[in-house]
């Protein structure tokens, strides 16, 4: 069930409405990029809730909120009672009271589906530990942008198959029939309650889950993501020994046989040694990229900047289709 307009999971939503958000993110990418001012929300104020770092989600929200002519204010982890002294509940009854919209992203998917519930506005999920749907937007509209269609694509996540990304991925692509495989170590693989959800709202997509990665064969897109999510607690060596054989890199893309294959990856990514972890990883176990090589990384750079910049023009249909009865 939808809450007040919320956008909290994606099987909220059926393939038309998943289809019209993408096609509404086109339409405000349209009006963005000739400068044609859309403040359709003007006086509006939202609230951002972080609880784990970001940079696209965040400024995706903040920018998107201001080009829609509202207010938006950011409440970071640890400046505000939330989880300390204040409970969701009662946290989203004051804001619910104060704001027209909160977007949340945090640990448990209940609590976001709290603050939906008690908030009484409009919830956004930027994303959970079981799901990352805002992001599902912006990937399907950049797969759209690049194959002009869905129809007919099977794409491939390939790496930490039991997080959210992946978690989301399958389910998305089940709802839009969009073929997908996650390939993954069997450690690694999704859990048996997604697979059930995501066989449950298959609208004719097939769906495979392996832990072959010869199954990249004419796959149009390759999508990964980090090998160790925020908040996760594990042992790195143990992922990184369970993970190197599902890296991103030219053998891999040489696997798919497919010249025209489309790479792809929500960031931020480790592909080299530019960021303080991925220097103690280099430092400690002597790996200068982990899941896609700095190479395959380079070359499909265009199409995973696209993506990130997709983050902005998708939030804004998001926040625009929950909103705009107001
Ligand atoms: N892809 C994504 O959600 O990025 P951030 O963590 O920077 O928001
Ligand atoms: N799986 C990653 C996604 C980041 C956008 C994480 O949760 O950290």
Not at 8 to 18: P, Y
Not at 28 to 45: Q, V
Not at 70 to 93: C, F, H, P, R, W
Not at 283 to 300: P, S
Request: a negative charge; proline letters at 2%; glycine letters at 6%.
């Amino acid at each position: 069930m939808v809450r007040n307009n919320s956008f909290l999971k994606e099987i909220d939503f059926t393939k038309e409405e998943l289809n019209d958000l993408i096609d509404l993110g086109l339409k405000f990418k349209e009006l963005k990029k000739a400068r044609i001012p859309h403040k359709y929300l003007e006086g509006l104020n939202i609230a951002l809730i972080f609880e784990k770092a970001s940079t696209r989600t965040r400024s995706a929200f903040t920018v998107a909120g201001q080009d829609l002519g509202m207010n938006v204010t950011y409440l970071g982890s640890g400046e505000i009672q939330l989880g300390k002294k204040e409970s969701v509940i009662d946290t989203a009854k004051v804001l619910g009271s104060m704001f027209d919209g909160i977007e949340y992203r945090g640990f448990k998917q209940e609590d976001v589906e709290a603050l939906a519930e008690y908030s009484g506005v409009p919830v956004w999920n930027g994303l959970t530990d079981t799901w990352h749907p805002t992001q599902m937007i912006a990937d399907f509209m950049t797969l759209k942008e690049h194959f002009g269609k869905l129809e007919g694509l099977t794409i491939a996540y390939i790496g930490d198959g039991r997080n959210n990304m992946a978690n989301s991925l399958l389910v998305t692509s089940a709802i839009l029939g969009v073929n997908v495989k996650i390939i993954a170590p069997a450690d690694l693989q999704p859990e048996a309650e997604i697979v059930a959800i995501a066989e449950q709202y298959n609208n004719g997509a097939e769906l495979t889950i392996t832990d072959d990665v010869a199954a990249v064969k004419g796959v149009d897109m390759l999508y990964t993501d980090v090998w160790v999510s925020m908040g996760e607690e594990v042992d790195f060596k143990e992922r990184i020994d369970l993970l190197l054989p599902y890296q991103i890199n030219a053998d891999l893309l040489a696997k798919a046989e497919n010249p025209n294959l489309v790479v792809m990856h929500c960031l931020p990514a480790f592909h080299d040694l530019n960021t303080e972890i991925g220097k103690e990883i280099y430092e400690t176990y002597g790996l200068a990229e982990l899941e896609i090589t700095d190479e395959v990384f380079q070359e499909h750079s265009s199409t995973i900047f696209q993506e990130a910049e997709n983050r902005m023009h998708s939030i804004k249909a998001i926040m625009y289709q929950s909103l705009k009865s107001l």
